[in-house]
């Protein structure tokens, strides 16, 4: 069983940055991919962005060019810089990651971007 810690959400102007972080503990063997999710009110989970082990990086079009994943393997952290955020950018933010072929997510931490 992996458990995930996220931490860094908070209230934010529009045009400011935020950090999240996500810890992974637990597994025995090797987290393939971490990445984050958010999911707005009354709309369905979406992805923001990926990571695998390997460096390989997927990140959903709205968020091109303003966000940064970057991992730690060693740490089993990915983290998740969020700059010249909008208000559309609020919601709560999801860590998840896949070992094998099983996933899993963390709480969530929300992010509130003020117009």
């Known amino acids: 069983q992996v458990q995930l810690v996220e931490s860094g959400g908070g209230l934010v102007q529009a045009g400011g940055s935020l950090r999240l972080s996500c810890a992974a503990s637990?597994?025995?063997?090797?987290?393939?991919?971490m990445g984050w999710y958010r999911q707005a009110p009354g709309k369905q989970r979406e992805l923001v962005a990926t990571m695998t082990s390997g460096g390989s990086t997927n990140y959903a079009g709205s968020v091109k060019g303003r966000f940064t994943i970057s991992r730690d393997n060693a740490k089993n952290t990915v983290y998740l810089q969020m700059n010249s955020l909008k208000p559309e950018d609020t919601a709560v933010y999801y860590c998840?990651?896949?070992?094998?072929?099983?996933?899993?997510w963390g709480q969530g931490t929300q992010v509130t971007v003020s117009s």
């Open positions: 637990g597994s025995r063997s090797t987290i393939n991919m």
């Open positions: 998840t990651s896949r070992v094998t072929i099983t996933n899993y």
